[in-house]
């Protein structure tokens, strides 16, 4: 069993910056990948960044150059860096770790006002 929990959402100004939190039960180097979602009002959760546990990262195109996730595998916690907001950044931020299966944070608000 694994525990995420999600920390950092908050209201933010376009163009500014806010860090996500995502704080596992294991040792995260146990995890395959932890990765970061988000779902807006009305649409279907997305993918935003992923980092396995060779610390290889991806990123979802709309991202790229703004956001960094990263690890510290010593706090077993993934980091997701949000430069440069903008309003269609606003959503519900999840973490995910997988496993043989996927384990789902309860999500973390994150609103960018224009």
């Known amino acids: 069993q694994v525990q995420v929990v999600e920390s950092g959402g908050g209201l933010v100004q376009a163009g500014g910056s806010l860090r996500l939190s995502c704080a596992a039960s294991?040792?995260?180097?146990?995890?395959?990948?932890i990765g970061w979602y988000r779902q807006a009002p009305g649409k279907q959760r997305e993918l935003v960044a992923d980092?396995?546990?060779?610390?290889?990262?991806d990123y979802a195109e709309a991202v790229k150059g703004r956001f960094t996730i990263s690890r510290d595998n010593s706090k077993n916690t993934v980091y997701l860096q949000m430069n440069s907001l903008e309003p269609e950044d606003t959503a519900v931020y999840y973490c995910?770790?997988?496993?043989?299966?996927?384990?789902w944070g309860q999500g973390t608000q994150v609103t960018v006002s224009s």
């Open positions: 995910k770790a997988q496993t043989w299966r996927a384990y």
């Open positions: 294991v040792s995260i180097l146990s995890v395959r990948a």
């Open positions: 980092i396995s546990a060779d610390g290889n990262a």
